[in-house]
T-cell receptor
Framework: NAGVTQTPKFQVLKTGQSMTLQCAQD?????MSWYRQDPGMGLRLIHY???????DQGEVPNGYNVSRSTTEDFPLRLLSAAPSQTSVYFC???????????????FGNGTRLTVT | QKEVEQDPGPLSVPEGAIVSLNCTYS??????FMWYRQYSRKGPELLMY????GNKEDGRFTAQVDKSSKYISLFIRDSQPSDSATYLC???????????????FGTGTQLKVEL
């Protein structure tokens, strides 16, 4: 069971370039989310989705787009990379139980992005 | 002021020591309190969670919540080198995912258990 798979593991971009960070989960989880982790800042929510076709903004959504066309996949797009987007990005998913989001987040192993 | 404060460490202890990790918070609406463990270059994994106040024990790990003081703790007994990791506290007012709201994470405490 692969869990949450993120690709690529590492990426270097130049300012202004675009790219897509891939996230896939094989646990049939309805909830998926993207976090960024920066030193001294903790994990901060970028975007999340409670099901296919439904997405919403988190705490730090600017500069990022998401879509959710299938239950399994939740890609994160950087349209025009900036040095401030240098970070470690984590995708996380969670199942539902009894109508409430009451199962823990399962994280991928992250994508380390550097923007020069 | 951050909603959740956590001492970043690093904390270095000898093998077998009792470790105490702590977080303070300011939002009285938080009901779910979690501890995640994150090994180097890996994603966080849920270690323990507690709903509302009280203690919870799981093997060598004990989680405590004091809502009156807005203070949570994680104790590790008989610490092992394999416990060396960063420990993140996380909190929410709605479930272990935060529902439509986010989980609020601490910045993490780096722990090293030495032989």
């Amino acid at each position: 069971n692969a869990g949450v798979t993120q690709t690529p593991k590492f990426q270097v971009l130049k300012t202004g370039q675009s790219m897509t960070l891939q996230c896939a989960q094989d646990m049939n989880h309805e909830y998926m989310s993207w976090y960024r982790q920066d030193p001294g800042m903790g994990l901060r929510l970028i975007h999340y989705s409670v099901g296919a076709g439904i997405t919403d903004q988190g705490e730090v959504p600017n500069g990022y787009n998401v879509s959710r066309s299938t239950t399994e996949d939740f890609p994160l797009r950087l349209l025009s990379a900036a040095p401030s987007q240098t970070s470690v990005y984590f995708c996380a998913s969670s199942g539902r139980f009894g109508g409430h989001i009451n199962s823990p987040l399962h994280f991928g192993n992250g994508t380390r992005l550097t923007v020069t | 002021q951050k909603e959740v404060e956590q001492d970043p460490g690093p904390l270095s202890v000898p093998e077998g020591a009792i470790v105490s990790l702590n977080c303070t918070y300011s939002n009285s609406a938080f009901q779910y309190f979690m501890w995640y463990r994150q090994y180097s270059r890996k994603g966080p994994e849920l270690l323990m969670y507690t709903y509302s106040s009280g203690n919870k024990e799981d093997g060598r790990f004990t989680a405590q919540v004091d809502k009156s003081s807005k203070y949570i703790s994680l104790f590790i007994r008989d610490s092992q080198p394999s416990d060396s990791a960063t420990y993140l506290c996380a909190m929410s007012s709605l479930g272990l995912t935060g529902g439509g709201n986010k989980l609020t994470f601490g910045t993490g405490t780096q722990l090293k258990v030495e032989l």
